[in-house]
């Protein structure tokens, strides 16, 4: 799967991992930025620090099976 159009591992970052991982082979940067942000319910776990959405502790865009997860949301969300 890896560079694939679901998966993209960029060792290379300077920030890789950005969130700490048991698994650097299962760490999917293809949503750097999650797209699902904006989202109260965007199925991850965030916490509301000063009125700001902290995402620090979610890892739900970087799993390998989050691509269908994180399309099926938006497609979801452009149909309401």
Same mark, same amino acid.
Not at 29 to 45: A, K, Q, R, T, V
């Given at each position: 799967m890896e560079n694939s159009h679901s998966f993209f591992r960029n060792y290379q970052c300077r920030y890789f991992p950005c969130h700490k991982t048991s698994n650097d082979m299962n760490f999917n $940067?293809?949503? $750097?930025? $999650?797209?699902?942000?904006?989202?109260?319910? $965007?199925?991850?776990?965030y916490e509301i620090k000063n009125n700001i959405k902290n995402c620090m502790n979610c890892k739900l865009p970087h799993r390998p099976e989050a691509y269908d997860y994180i399309i099926d949301k938006l497609k979801k969300q452009r149909a309401e």
């Open positions: $940067c293809l949503f $750097c930025f $999650c797209p699902l942000y904006h989202m109260e319910d $965007c199925g991850g776990s």
